[in-house]
């Protein structure tokens, strides 16, 4: 298995128990960005995804795309996931983008999250989404 498609593996099916291996699919100087964090190292990003499970119940990846250039790699995502707390919104669907560069040895060295934390996230949660949709509509054309 090439290690796009090891990586996708681990995606689709990530769960708690595999927080701790993390360091056998990026690498111990790894950076990860997406639209709340900016991490560097192997802890930091295991603790950005020990926070997911925290805050989440039932997240989950689906890969619908993926594009692989030598070592740039691009996964297009769907991110589901019932955010604690707010049982009675069910299940939310995020849309995204991963950009990934692996090193030599197939490990993420660089991992970059692209997707509207206003429209994914932010819209969905109760006084907040209200307030989100209005300045969307007050700056929308």
Partial sequence: MDALQRIVVLFESFGPQDVPRL???????????????????IDAIRAVYQHMFDAMDAPRFV?????????DCVLVWEFSFVLRGYPRKGT??????SHL????????????????????????????GALMRWLKRRAGA
Avoid: C, Q, S
């Fill in 23 to 41: 360091g056998t699919y990026y690498r111990e100087d790894a950076a990860f960005k997406d639209p709340l964090h900016a991490v560097r190292g």
């Fill in 63 to 71: 890969v619908t795309h993926r594009f692989a250039n030598g070592p």
């Fill in 92 to 97: 939310l669907t995020m849309h995204g983008v």
């Fill in 101 to 128: 560069l692996l090193d030599a040895d197939g490990r993420i060295a660089v991992h970059r999250d692209y997707w509207d934390a206003a429209e994914e996230v932010y819209e969905k949660i109760p006084v907040l």
